[in-house]
């Protein structure tokens, strides 16, 4: 196994992009619970992302999310940003929450409703410029719930023909990343339903096109650290979308349900060259905490993604080859299971002391008094909530 100080220098790459989003109230379809403090603006959603950044360092960017988080002007907005500490990530856009998508919208039969979608995307792009971001996440909730209902068929040559004609849109420097989900909110068949869709779509489009891995979008029992290293073996795992489920698409706290399984999805990303700065691979979060707080929430989660990156980091490849190549099953297992077992917290703990970070970030936050002061300033107007 290698030592805590041999991934130091890898530990210090690390960049969690934070979704504006989880600062929102939220909640299930039975209710959205309401907190004291929680932000009215996408500005405030900033200065809250801003605060685990202070607090983790591990948080430099953030994620919006269009029209959720719109404004008149987005270049002050990155500015505003820019002036917290933060920068602005991935533009994700909606295209579920408007009647004319009941069925569906890149997908959609009427050519009036699917050119809506895609001038939707258009200007998600528009927003990417100004913002300086690089890519832009599609997530459909497009689909059917009973069988004949649509032509499986004619849906995936309208995706790909709109995909198309978003993709010709985007800059040199400029992705796209297309989500997929099992389910939910269509039942019966799901237009990007699996990364093998979302693979396809990917490659016929061109080079820009990547793969988002939402990891709470997979059946239970899906072995999904498998499906990292194809993406990575193709060239194609663009982002992923962190969270834990425990039955359906949850959004909690990443590394809450299996933090073997983040360890494992982890490892998979280190050994296919998909971690670090250069790899093109971003580490989102996509979670909203219902009834825990927000910030902290997120700094739990930042902190659960660098504890099981360090595990991650510990294994020591070459052993690990050399006990796969001599056929030594056990040998082998306890190399992994020695680093999944190892307790990082302490040394992460001293190696942030000394990059003058907190020690504790999620203490010091706590006694920073920072969640009582936004209690007591953010007092009328609404609060932002999942869905607006
Ligand atoms: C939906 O299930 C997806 O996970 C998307 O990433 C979605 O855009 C995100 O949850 C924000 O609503
Ligand atoms: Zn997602
Ligand atoms: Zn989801």
């Not at 979608?117 to 990417?128: Q, S, V």
């Not at 820009?208 to 899906?222: E, Q």
């Not at 997120?298 to 294994?315: C, D, G, W």
Request: hydrophobic residues 40%; charged residues 25%; contains cysteine.
């Amino acid at each position: 196994m290698r030592s805590f100080a041999d991934i130091t220098d890898a530990l210090a790459e690390q960049a969690i992009e934070l979704p504006s989003w989880a600062f929102g109230n939220s909640g299930t379809r039975f209710r959205v619970f309401g907190q004291p403090g929680v932000p009215r603006t996408p500005e405030e959603k900033i200065a809250d992302a801003a605060k685990v950044h202070e607090y983790t360092g591990l948080a430099p960017t953030v994620a919006l999310h269009i029209p959720w988080d719109k404004v008149d002007d987005y270049a002050k907005l990155a500015a505003f940003a820019q002036d917290h500490g933060v920068a602005l990530g991935t533009i994700n856009s909606n295209t579920f929450q408007d009647d004319d998508y009941k069925f569906g919208s890149l997908t959609h039969v009427d050519e009036r409703v699917r050119q809506k979608a895609i001038a939707h995307m258009h200007e998600c792009i528009e927003i990417m410029t100004a913002t300086g971001s690089r890519d832009l996440k599609i997530w459909l909730a497009d689909g059917t719930n009973y069988p004949g209902q649509g032509d499986l068929r004619g849906r995936q040559d309208r995706l790909a023909a709109s995909l198309a004609e978003v993709y010709a849109q985007l800059g040199d420097d400029q992705r796209l990343v297309l989500e997929y989900k099992f389910f939910e909110p269509a039942f019966y068949a799901t237009d990007v339903p699996d990364w093998g869709t979302s693979y396809a779509h990917c490659v016929a489009l061109g080079e820009k096109a990547f793969v988002c891995l939402d990891t709470g979008h997979h059946a239970p029992g899906t072995n999904i650290e498998f499906i990292v290293t194809q993406l990575l073996r193709l060239g194609r795992l663009g982002s992923f979308d962190f969270n834990s489920r425990f039955y359906a698409d949850d959004d909690l706290i990443v590394g809450a349900a299996d933090p073997f399984q983040l360890f494992r999805i982890l490892y998979e990303v280190v050994r296919g060259g998909g971690y670090g700065k250069d790899s093109g691979v971003a580490f989102m979060l996509d979670q909203c905490h219902n009834i825990e707080p927000k910030i902290p929430g997120q700094i739990r989660s930042v902190l659960n993604v660098q504890e099981m990156t360090a595990r991650a980091l510990l294994v020591d490849t070459d052993e690990l080859l050399a006990a796969e190549k001599a056929g030594d099953v056990l040998g082998a297992n306890q190399l992994l299971m020695d680093a999944f077992y190892t307790d990082v917290r302490g040394d992460l703990a001293e190696w942030r002391a000394g990059r003058g970070l907190p020690a504790d970030p999620m203490k010091e936050f706590l006694a920073s008094g920072y969640l009582d002061q936004i209690a007591a300033d953010r007092v009328g107007g609404d609060q932002a909530g999942w869905g607006a």
